[in-house]
């Protein structure tokens, strides 16, 4: 009868009522794996104050006895009303309320309450089909309570004859003891059986890193709870093999850097390395602070995918959005060198099971430093980018601190598989995050390259040293007393065939230097032309159509043609401008002016130059007796850095000045970009250093080894500066 009505009713108001498999879907599918199961279960013990965590794994000795998993604590424990109006009330609001109200959020002990959804109980799901659960306060008697899963869901897929409940339906025994069986004083205990997932002693290990890397190590001004103690014990054994400190690796770091990002997005660091210390502040939504633009940091992906956008009208960078209200943060980071002698072979290995770490009110946050988890996208960074821009997981350690207090959107996802990305909050603290991190990656960049740097002049020195040591073996060898004819002959041979050597690795090196530096302005040179001919072939479909169908008259037609006349023009252009380039033109020496190359450079930059750039060319021209190509390639790359860097410069009077002097025989290359910062002046020379974030770091190099070749010099210049950016001088043997 009661259906009869039901069919009849044309609205009405009805609540949720979920099967009991429900239970199934919180605690199994939600919870990823058996580890963060138990974790999850540790972090509930750390929320009810305990001291001391015992995880115990019964019973894996023998097949006879059912195994089973206990974790039992010495926390506050419950109260039979906390256990049945509380802790059997899935979602319970009682945490999230405290933390509502402010310093209720903090326990006893004031630590901050970790737990807010009132689901994690549910991680019992994954590691059991049978719970009990004792616990009792200092006050309070005993509560035992039992949970039989199987009768809740059977997610098999095969027919077992289970019948489904509604979640109402299913009655869970309790049962209050007046005399302890399990709890002595206070705390909880779990006891886990007809486990659902299988664990080896070997696991423990995994777990014990776990549990250690749960708390953060020893960092500066970082506090977090000293008195909370977890134990692995196996079939009565305590587990007592040690796992790795950090600290071990990160007091061999030669590279560190800390700071923090505040509310408004200012980022304020501390450098250190083995050499030198830096501090500074970088406004990271102001695109006109300067160490924003001194670290490209407009141009680093995961800054400007988030952040920046093309203005329609002016189509210049601009910020996205307002300051992303993710809350401030702090950081500290240890970078590593692979390739140096601080770390052992098993140094490195430990270090490759290290990574990024997340932790809230001093608390990791999963999955965020799991080997194989991505979360910064670094290795997607560096396999789409340039590998050489950020860090891999395999050479940092890193420490990031949130809190609930700062950081109230950056809250747990249900699945404890991270944050939840709450109106992208999660992705712009991401995006900071990676920022921070190139931002010292520049910085130990810089400190790699000076030691390269000594070391090649090491090198240099052992090349000296064989160029004596052969010039005293020929001598010796050229004297008439030595009578070891076959000595000297095989000798003889020795050092000529050392010499064709030495002589070959030059020659192969200036070669490829010759065609890295072609290839560069070829590419620049192809990406203008294809533009400029995908524009073409366009215009040119389109006005085939218009002539197909009569519809093109005399005029357009000749403003077509003109705009075609001037294309192929620029095209011309284009090439003639790298003609002297190739290798072939680079064998013909001559005089070659000065002022005369600079004036097809600036023809070739024209497009650049004529928008908001001025060059012009002051002092008296002179020639130097070489190819063409080699001072048109350092030209070529003079200018091509100037304008970059002109791009990331607020200044109003952007300017380039070439300025020649012929009674000195050099020149100085000028700009009134952001300058070149003291502790890259040595290094803006060497190879594959650049702080361009899509940079190669090798125009600079090929223009000082092509130099190099004639016995000119390029350096940046200090004394007599014409313009206040970067000031490159060159100067010609006389």
Known sequence: MSDEIDNLRKSGEIPFRPYARLISVLGDQLISDKWIGVIELVKNSYDADAEKVDVVFKDYDTNQVPQTIEIRDNGIGMTKTDVLQKWMKPATPHKLNKKKKGDKRFTNKKRVMQGDKGVGRFAIYKLGNYVELFTKTEDSEEVHLTLDFAIYADDSFEDTGHVDKYLDEIKNKWEVNEISNEIQGEGTLLRISKLRNSWKYQDLKKLSNAFYRMMPPSLPGVKHSTDFEIDLIWNDKVYNEQYFALEKLMDVAPFYFEGSVSTKGILDVEYKSLSREKSFSIDLFNLNDENLKAYDIINYSPYKDQFIEIDENSKKPILSKNHPNVGSFIFFYYGFDLKGNELSREDVKKLRETSVYLFRDNVRVYPYGEIGDDWLGFSKLRAEKKASETFSYNDLIGFVFITQGDNPDLRDSADREGLMNVDGKKDDFISLVST????????????????????????????????????????????????????????SKLVKASDDLVKKAKSDVEITVELAGTGMAIEKATHDTMSLITRLRLNLDDMVKKVEGNEVDKEE????????????EFIYDELTVLSPLFRKARKNRTNVSIKEVAQRVEKYFKRDLLKDISFKIVGEDFTVYTNTGLVLQTLLNLMDNSIYWLRHSDTKDKEIVLSLDSDENSFVFADSGIGIDNDLKELVFSEFFSRKSDGRGLGLYIAKELLNRIGAVISVE?????????????????
């Not at 064989?466 to 050229?478: F, M, N, S, T």
């Not at 007599?720 to 490159?728: E, K, S, T």
């Open 436 to 491: 921070s991190i190139k931002v010292m990656k520049a910085e130990v960049d810089v400190d790699k390259q000076k030691l390269k740097i000594e070391r090649e002049k090491a090198i240099n020195s052992l090349d000296q040293t064989y160029k004596v040591a052969y010039e005293d073996l020929r001598q010796i060898i050229d004297k008439e007393e030595i009578k070891q004819d076959e000595l000297i002959k095989k000798a």
């Open 557 to 568: 037609l000749i403003e077509f043609l003109k705009d075609l006349q001037q294309s192929l």
């Open 718 to 734: 200090d004394s007599d500066r014409i313009l206040p950016g970067a000031n490159i001088k060159v100067k010609f043997k006389e």
